[in-house]
């Protein structure tokens, strides 16, 4: 199992730079060069590539084979870190990104979301049933790391880095994965598909997808399993923050804190799911903790607004907060490992011609469904204010214990 997992890791680390780039490294890097908060925040709109793999995943399923196109899009996207690296860095008091580094930043992200596409295929078609937990935890923790590594490592040795530098760096990693990618054993043993079995590019390829037993159950559950958390976590510190919670203690807390106790959280769902733990049991319970933690979020501000507690410097109610946003992530990475675990499984119930498509599916469903809530818990929290807010969060959260009682026996 190691020698699927070993290579399988290095290249979701890779996988993770550009989202760290797009949301840590570049916002702060505009607006040093003296850009707009309007400016840096459209510059968002470059993630739009990655809520448009159901475009491009059926090419990965009939054109190729999975290990074929993540070698391509990795070594694509180290050329594209190079061109990047040749060009000037986006100047100060510009109205907005030069147009050549914006058309390569959006070539970045289409390029590392045909990688995503093709690298989770390779993930459904090369583990057995029983590595699927360990390796849905190299996926999250990998990613989460990578991620990290862009949006902080890089972003800390920005002062003694250029921007030529920078990219020629990100160029390197992609290339040294590509030659991983391609050379890795356990990946060039994957036979490919047989010519037969590849489907076209047409408007039946949705239904032949949703036809796979346990698609449309596992759809709704990954749409919906982080509406509560989501906004909770998107919500709370901004809480604490009008509460007296300085900016920085949050940024520790909240960033750095947040992310170690979601990594351990994953690695702890790993770990669960290979000593042999069922997947639905599992969920059933960790959902049953993170909705007890949300509830203690909860009372916590009517606490704090009913009797105007303060948050004060050493306060055990401020310790309480805090710690609540750590657990709260600590239970989210083990509830995404267990629910990753759940749509490679439901992915290898497809036809193998299917599976690229499909896992992109529950993909896109899942990043949808944290993008909701999370946009809209601000505008929930003024339109109906905190309280009704998180009642209504502490509700979306009980919803997918509920769910679970519908699974399907084939995710059993």
Not at 229 to 245: C, H, K, M
Request: net charge positive; hydrophobic share 55%.
């Amino acid at each position: 199992m190691r020698g699927k997992l070993l290579p399988l890791a290095g290249l979701y680390l890779v996988q993770g730079l550009p989202y760290g780039l797009q949301s840590g490294l570049l916002p702060l890097l505009l607006r040093a060069r003296g850009f707009s908060l309007t400016r840096v925040g459209l510059a968002k709109a470059l993630y739009a590539p990655w809520l448009l793999k159901l475009a491009w995943a059926p090419l990965v399923d009939a054109r190729g084979s999975a290990r074929a196109w993540l070698t391509r899009s990795t070594a694509g996207l180290g050329l594209v870190c190079g061109l990047l690296a040749g060009l000037p860095p986006p100047g100060a008091g510009r109205a907005g990104l030069p147009a050549a580094v914006a058309g390569l930043l959006l070539l970045l992200h289409l390029g590392a979301a045909v990688q995503d596409v093709a690298l989770d295929a390779l993930a459904v078609q090369l583990l057995e049933p029983a590595e699927l937990g360990p390796g849905s935890t190299v996926q999250v923790v990998a990613y989460k790391l990578g991620a990290a590594l862009a949006g902080g490592a890089l972003l800390a040795l920005l002062p003694t880095l250029s921007w030529t530098r920078l990219f020629l760096l990100l160029a390197a990693a992609y290339w040294v994965a590509a030659a991983l990618a391609w050379a890795a054993p356990a990946l060039r043993r994957l036979p490919r598909p047989p010519p037969s079995e590849r489907r076209p590019h047409t408007v039946r390829l949705l239904r032949d997808v949703l036809a796979v037993p346990g698609t449309v159950w596992t759809a709704g559950f990954v749409l919906t399993y982080k509406l509560g958390e989501q906004g909770a976590s998107s919500l709370f510190p901004l809480l604490l923050l009008d509460r007296g919670v300085s900016a920085p203690e949050l940024g520790l807390w909240n960033g750095v804190g947040a992310m170690v106790c979601s990594i351990a959280g994953s690695s702890l769902g790993g770990t669960l799911l290979a000593k042999h733990w069922e997947l639905l049991p599992l969920l059933k319970s960790v959902l049953r903790l993170r909705l007890g933690g949300l509830a203690c979020q909860t009372a916590l501000l009517f606490h704090l607004d009913a009797l105007g507690a303060s948050l004060g410097p050493g306060t055990i109610l401020r310790g309480a907060a805090l710690l609540s946003l750590c657990l709260q992530h600590f239970l989210g990475g083990l509830v995404t490992t267990a629910t990753f675990t759940g749509m490679m499984r439901c992915s290898q119930l497809a036809p193998r011609a299917l599976q690229a498509t499909h896992y992109s599916l529950l993909a896109t469903l899942e990043l949808l469904g944290k993008l909701l809530l999370g946009a809209l818990a601000g505008a929930l929290a003024d339109g109906l204010g905190p309280h009704p807010c998180f009642i209504l969060l502490l509700i979306l959260s009980a919803l997918p214990l509920v769910y679970l009682g519908l699974a399907p026996s084939t995710l059993l």
